[in-house]
């Protein structure tokens, strides 16, 4: 079964408003990706974190990898409707790297 | 271009009949990957190939198999020994392998309903 948990499953938020994605991990992760899956299409890459407590941006977007490499969060500062999505976030295991495990994910609704 | 292909979008089955499904890239890409999306469950792995002629069976390999005879493909047969084929199936590709931090490139997915 799934080992990399996402919450919330789902979010709806006004435009404008903030928006946060947590992902938590059994075991300890040795990168962690991100990705963004529009209503029909398929996944794309959003970004990758490597060192413990890493912290990375991009424009509205802020993502952080936790100390034990174990949680991250993606953060979007005022949404606008092109946000709607799913985010999933995604990686190998440390002792396991053969597998790569994606999250449930989070799916994001904006209202105009 | 450089990207995947998968073919068809859309595809339909009769309950019994095996099926295969294409995946081509020209990315020249060693490792390349199939997963499984059913709503609300998030990605699950089907199998992985790491390079020409290897493949390993992900977490929900049972009903399916795949080869990997070219570096450029990684078909995936969805046999009648799967309970619930009816999915949305994605292959993706990566430069290496997961553990070297490459990200996976994904196709835009077939669509398989099997009645």
């Known amino acids: 079964g799934q080992q990399v948990m996402q919450i919330p499953q789902y979010q709806h938020v006004q435009e404008g408003e903030d928006f946060t994605t947590y992902c938590n991990s059994s075991?300890?992760?040795?990168?962690i990706q991100w990705y963004k899956q529009r209503p029909g299409g398929h996944p794309v890459f959003l970004i990758q974190?490597?060192?413990?407590?890493e912290v990375k941006k991009q424009k509205r977007l802020t993502f952080q990898f936790g100390e034990a490499k174990k949680n991250s969060s993606l953060h979007i500062t005022a949404t606008q409707t092109t946000d709607v999505g799913t985010y999933f976030c995604?990686?190998?295991?440390?002792?396991?790297?053969?597998?790569?495990?994606f999250g449930s994910g989070t799916k994001l609704n904006v209202k105009p | 271009d450089g990207g995947i292909t998968q073919s068809p979008k859309y595809l339909f089955r009769k309950e019994g009949q095996n099926v295969t499904l294409s995946c081509e890239q020209n990315?020249?890409?060693?490792?390349m990957y199939w997963y499984r999306q059913d709503p609300g469950q998030g990605l699950r792995l089907i199998y992985y190939?790491?390079?020409?002629?290897?493949?390993q069976k992900g977490d929900i390999a049972e009903g399916y198999s795949v080869s990997r005879e070219k570096k450029e493909s990684f078909p995936l047969t969805v046999t009648s020994a799967q309970k619930n084929p009816t999915a949305f199936y994605l292959c993706?590709?990566?430069?290496?392998?997961?553990?070297?931090?490459?990200?996976?490139?994904f196709g835009n997915g077939t669509r398989l309903t099997v009645t």
């Open positions: 190939s790491q390079i020409v002629n290897d493949f």
């Open positions: 075991t300890t992760l040795s990168n």
């Open positions: 974190l490597v060192k413990s407590g």
């Open positions: 993706a590709s990566s430069i290496r392998p997961s553990h070297y931090n490459s990200p996976l490139h």
């Open positions: 995604a990686g190998p295991r440390t002792y396991n790297f053969n597998k790569f495990y």
């Open positions: 990315l020249n890409h060693d490792a």
